[in-house]
């Protein structure tokens, strides 16, 4: 089942964030602006060392 969820916000950093922390699958509609945040959050991750 498909669900939705409506974020508002100024900060996309911070939106990004969030929506990584929701811990499921997601697909962002809008802005583009949103994509390229967690794009570039998802690289910073990737290359992090742990």
């Not at 508002?8 to 994509?35: I, Q």
């Given at each position: 089942m498909a669900r939705s969820?409506?974020?508002r916000g100024d900060d996309l950093?911070?939106?990004a964030v969030v929506v990584a922390?929701?811990?499921v699958d997601f697909e962002?509609?809008?802005p583009a602006e949103l994509r390229e945040r967690l794009r570039?959050?998802?690289r910073r991750?990737?290359?992090s060392r742990i």
């Amino acid at each position: 089942m498909a669900r939705s969820l409506t974020l508002r916000g100024d900060d996309l950093h911070l939106m990004a964030v969030v929506v990584a922390f929701l811990d499921v699958d997601f697909e962002v509609l809008e802005p583009a602006e949103l994509r390229e945040r967690l794009r570039v959050l998802g690289r910073r991750l990737l290359s992090s060392r742990i």
